[in-house]
């Protein structure tokens, strides 16, 4: 069957405005809607909107730099917008690309000098630089081995030139296991419209299992965990098991996250584990199954902070030895949160049903909480967030949002 090319250029609309609010009446109405609770107030730096959906808010940074995928265009297609998180100036707005079958981006990686969007078996090559196509592969020799070997979402890492990825839980035991891309392999003086055949490679699997966590990569060797518990390490170059070990007694077999710390690798799962990356030994474990993390966790110097219970709590652990350090529990009023906590200097900011709520990071003690700079109570609401230096970005969209994702950067005060 002939491959027909998958990408037209098409005029941009995937950026909708740029508008920053300096309402007169602002920290009145927040003064209000805060209630009992005290007031934070947001010092809104820019906002702006793109085409897309709470189902695809997905994005990567680099350095000062935010790519975002923009999906649902009017007239079809997506594209990749690149921020500068600073002032909010777009860069660049990519080519408008038309996956098969319709699909939105949902994964966006950089790998050198080129940014890979991979979609249902194909993966769609950008310039960095200026956002035009560099090439268009097919993970395959056909479409339905390409779907095969197809990833789990997020579960992406780049070591040099390889892109590692788990598969879906849905595929065949045959496919089940790690890939590795070796990108080299692709030709960037032929035209970006043509397809180019290249299959990963299978360089981990035991014919049963599924990884769809997040792997990890340092220093030439990738981490990862599969399904069923077992915790590997890697050479990325080789492909040589350098140790593996058995967690299922402390995961209870539900795995939400992987985190490099200094020489051991943390696994928050329905407790919080640490083990040696060098050798797999197991330093430490905190096992409390009625109390599961989410996949909602931040690194900062020695404290991982983490939201848990279902979302109705934040707690701060020391990662060298386990210890709770603090914990914040959410009162029914306040519903749940709804992003991972991001920390500038004593302050830890965290998107919940309530507003943008800010804690003294070393102890937990409540500062105060924004509910009118980022919309709330919007039915079917996702939010995801970055920070870079003292600049906050949240961003979101509801089900009923037309299409459009929200973005509003604030400053760390």
Same mark, same amino acid.
Not at 26 to 44: H, N, Q, S
Not at 226 to 250: F, H, K, N, P, Y
Not at 262 to 281: E, M, W
């Given at each position: 069957?002939?491959?027909?090319?998958?990408?037209?250029?098409?005029?941009?609309?995937?950026?909708?405005?740029?508008?920053?609010?300096?309402?007169?009446?602002?920290?009145?109405?927040?003064?209000?809607?805060?209630?009992? +609770?005290?007031?934070?107030?947001?010092?809104?730096?820019?906002?702006?909107?793109?085409? #897309?959906?709470?189902?695809?808010?997905?994005?990567?940074?680099? &350095?000062?730099?935010?790519?975002?995928?923009?999906? %649902?265009?009017?007239? #079809? &297609?997506?594209? @990749?917008?690149?921020?500068?998180?600073?002032?909010?100036?777009?860069?660049?707005? /990519?080519?408008?690309?038309?996956?098969?079958?319709?699909?939105?981006?949902? !994964?966006?990686?950089?790998?050198?000098?080129?940014?890979?969007?991979?979609?249902?078996?194909?993966?769609?090559?950008?310039? +960095?630089?200026?956002?035009?196509?560099?090439?268009?592969?097919?993970?395959? !020799?056909?479409?339905?081995?390409?779907? %095969?070997?197809?990833?789990?979402?997020?579960?992406?890492?780049?070591?040099?030139?390889?892109?590692?990825? &788990?598969?879906?839980?849905?595929?065949?035991?045959?496919?089940?296991?790690?890939?590795?891309?070796?990108?080299?392999?692709?030709?960037?003086?032929?035209?970006?419209?043509?397809?180019?055949?290249?299959?990963?490679?299978? @360089?981990?699997?035991?014919? *049963?299992?599924?990884?769809?966590?997040?792997?990890?990569?340092?220093?030439?060797?990738?981490?990862? *965990?599969?399904?069923?518990?077992?915790?590997?390490?890697?050479?990325?170059?080789?492909?040589?098991?350098?140790? +593996?070990?058995?967690?299922?007694?402390?995961?209870?077999?539900?795995?939400?996250?992987?985190?490099?710390?200094?020489?051991?690798?943390?696994?928050?799962?329905?407790?919080?584990?640490?083990?040696?990356?060098?050798?797999?030994?197991?330093?430490?474990?905190?096992? +409390?199954?009625?109390?599961?993390?989410?996949?909602?966790?931040?690194?900062?110097?020695?404290?991982?902070?983490?939201?848990?219970?279902?979302?109705?709590?934040?707690?701060?652990?020391?990662?060298?030895?386990?210890?709770? @350090?603090?914990?914040?529990?959410?009162?029914?009023?306040?519903?749940?949160?709804?992003?991972?906590?991001?920390?500038?200097?004593?302050?830890?900011?965290?998107? /919940?049903?309530? &507003?943008?709520? @800010?804690?003294?990071?070393?102890?937990?003690?409540?500062?105060?909480?924004?509910?009118?700079?980022?919309?709330?109570?919007?039915?079917?609401?996702?939010?995801? #967030?970055?920070?870079?230096?003292?600049?906050?970005?949240?961003?979101?969209?509801?089900?009923?949002?037309?299409?459009?994702?929200?973005?509003?950067?604030?400053?760390?005060?």
């Amino acid at each position: 069957m002939k491959l027909m090319p998958v990408l037209i250029i098409i005029l941009s609309f995937s950026i909708l405005s740029c508008v920053v609010d300096f309402s007169e009446n602002a920290l009145l109405i927040d003064t209000i809607m805060a209630g009992k +609770e005290t007031r934070y107030d947001a010092e809104v730096l820019w906002d702006r909107e793109v085409f #897309g959906s709470y189902y695809d808010l997905t994005y990567i940074t680099a &350095g000062k730099y935010l790519y975002f995928p923009a999906n %649902r265009i009017p007239g #079809g &297609g997506s594209s @990749v917008v690149k921020i500068d998180i600073e002032t909010g100036k777009v860069i660049w707005e /990519s080519d408008r690309i038309f996956p098969q079958s319709s699909q939105n981006i949902r !994964e966006i990686q950089i790998v050198g000098e080129h940014i890979y969007l991979p979609v249902l078996g194909y993966i769609y090559i950008l310039n +960095e630089s200026n956002g035009k196509l560099a090439a268009t592969l097919l993970l395959g !020799e056909n479409e339905t081995e390409a779907r %095969r070997n197809n990833a789990s979402p997020e579960s992406y890492t780049v070591v040099s030139d390889y892109l590692f990825w &788990g598969n879906t839980q849905y595929v065949s035991a045959a496919f089940r296991g790690v890939r590795r891309l070796d990108t080299s392999m692709i030709d960037f003086l032929k035209n970006p419209y043509e397809v180019q055949k290249i299959a990963p490679d299978l @360089v981990w699997t035991d014919n *049963i299992t599924t990884v769809t966590s997040n792997i990890i990569s340092e220093n030439g060797v990738i981490y990862f *965990i599969t399904w069923s518990g077992i915790l590997i390490a890697m050479d990325a170059e080789t492909c040589d098991i350098i140790w +593996e070990e058995d967690t299922r007694q402390v995961l209870n077999n539900r795995t939400f996250a992987l985190v490099l710390y200094n020489d051991n690798i943390l696994i928050a799962a329905t407790g919080l584990s640490s083990y040696n990356k060098n050798t797999g030994d197991l330093i430490y474990e905190n096992f +409390e199954a009625d109390k599961r993390f989410a996949s909602r966790i931040t690194l900062h110097d020695n404290i991982l902070y983490c939201i848990r219970n279902s979302n109705r709590s934040v707690i701060a652990i020391n990662a060298d030895t386990g210890e709770t @350090v603090w914990n914040y529990d959410l009162d029914e009023d306040n519903y749940y949160y709804r992003t991972r906590p991001y920390i500038y200097e004593e302050k830890l900011y965290v998107m /919940s049903d309530s &507003g943008l709520r @800010v804690h003294n990071a070393a102890n937990g003690d409540f500062t105060g909480v924004n509910k009118r700079t980022i919309e709330i109570n919007m039915t079917h609401a996702e939010y995801k #967030g970055i920070i870079y230096n003292d600049t906050l970005v949240i961003f979101y969209s509801g089900l009923y949002t037309n299409q459009t994702v929200f973005f509003k950067a604030i400053r760390c005060k």
